[in-house]
């Protein structure tokens, strides 16, 4: 299904909204959509995953299935937190971009924030 | 690739949006943010007591639940912040916070329920395995309590409570690690016929 708004092919990267019409242009398509709190909270699901695994696999860290759970979702993480960067503004100061977005953002403390 | 570490991840492990303003549940909760059984002792506790571990398991266990604790801070500080934030003198005074204004202000100040700032002697490293991972099983069974009593007197704010809920439920799975890694530090120490006394750290090429 194509983006209502740039009319590209892709899908919204979550994996949330596998049949809606987002492809990550930031328009003004957000009914369907995944929005920027959406994405960021999956981000924090996929984030709290990996750490509770990696807490497990400290203490048994012979666990196929688990390391490949582990595996599973850090490879999501990497895929998602890359697109949500790209589409709302750094999460870690090493996110590449000509103008400094990392103070533009409200901080995680503040209340509104995500 | 960031190289160096710590570095600093621009979200909570857990949403907080606190919609109410309520000093008066700010200045309990403020005791895990800087009080005997709170997040700063803990995260401070594991990340000092690593250094003396003896086996791998025990070594990362101690430094991921320490990196995960200095998380938890960040959320118990925002807790006590978004239920300060706007809140006149006036208010702060009648949820009983005047001495607490008169010092801090609105910031976040790492003091227990009763007023005493942080105090380290809290952390308890004794640079014995057995002594520092029995000691944080205790801690951990000491925050989950504190959780439980907070969620007793914050039990009319759900937005509060949801957030204290699910930092009682880590205290929970941590217990369960630390009871692991001290298991196997035991098993390890019998296998050898060695007692384990602080000062059997020495680098033996055995790579535990």
């Known amino acids: 299904m194509a983006c209502r708004n ?68 850090s490879e999501k993480q990497i895929e ?35 | 690739m960031l190289t160096n570490m710590y570095y600093y991840v621009k979200s909570l492990q857990y949403p907080i949006n606190i919609r109410n303003r309520n000093p008066k549940l700010a200045k309990v ?12 002792a803990a995260s401070l506790r594991y990340l000092s007591q690593r250094f ?28 006590v912040h978004q239920l300060t934030d706007g809140a006149s003198p006036e208010e702060m005074e009648a949820a009983g916070l005047a001495p607490y204004y008169t010092d801090h202000g609105w910031g976040v100040y790492p003091q227990a329920a009763a007023g005493f700032p942080f105090n380290a002697v809290t952390l308890a490293v004794k640079g014995d395995p057995i002594a520092d991972l029995t000691e944080d099983l205790a801690a951990e069974q000491k925050a989950r309590a504190t959780y439980e009593k907070l969620i007793d007197l914050c039990k009319d704010d759900r937005d509060v409570v949801d957030v204290l809920k699910y930092l009682r439920e880590r205290e929970v799975v941590h217990f369960q690690r630390f009871g692991e890694a001290l298991n196997g530090v035991q098993e390890k120490l019998y296998q050898r016929n060695l007692y384990l006394t602080g000062g059997n750290n020495n680098n033996c090429g055995c790579n535990n």
């Not at chain 1, 937190?81 to 953002?105: C, H, R, V």
């Open chain 1, 6 to 73: 740039c009319k590209n092919n892709n899908q919204c990267p979550c994996q949330n909204h596998e049949n809606d019409s987002y492809c990550g242009c930031n328009g003004n398509n957000a009914q369907n959509s995944c929005t920027q709190r959406e994405m960021l909270h999956k981000i924090m699901s996929l984030n709290f995953a990996i750490n509770d695994l990696a807490l497990y696999l400290d203490t048994h860290p012979d666990d196929q299935n688990a390391i490949r759970m582990h595996c599973e979702y």
């Open chain 1, 80 to 114: 998602l937190t890359a697109e949500y960067q790209k589409l709302y503004g750094p999460l870690t100061i090493n996110f590449m971009s000509d103008t400094w977005d990392w103070i533009d953002q409200p901080w995680p403390w503040e209340r509104g924030a995500y």
């Open chain 2, 29 to 40: 909760i403020i005791s895990q943010y800087g009080g005997p059984d709170g997040e700063l």
């Open chain 2, 52 to 79: 003396g571990m003896p086996d791998k398991k025990s070594k990362a266990i101690l430094n991921d639940i320490g990196t995960e604790e200095l998380a938890h801070l960040e959320m118990v500080g925002t807790l």
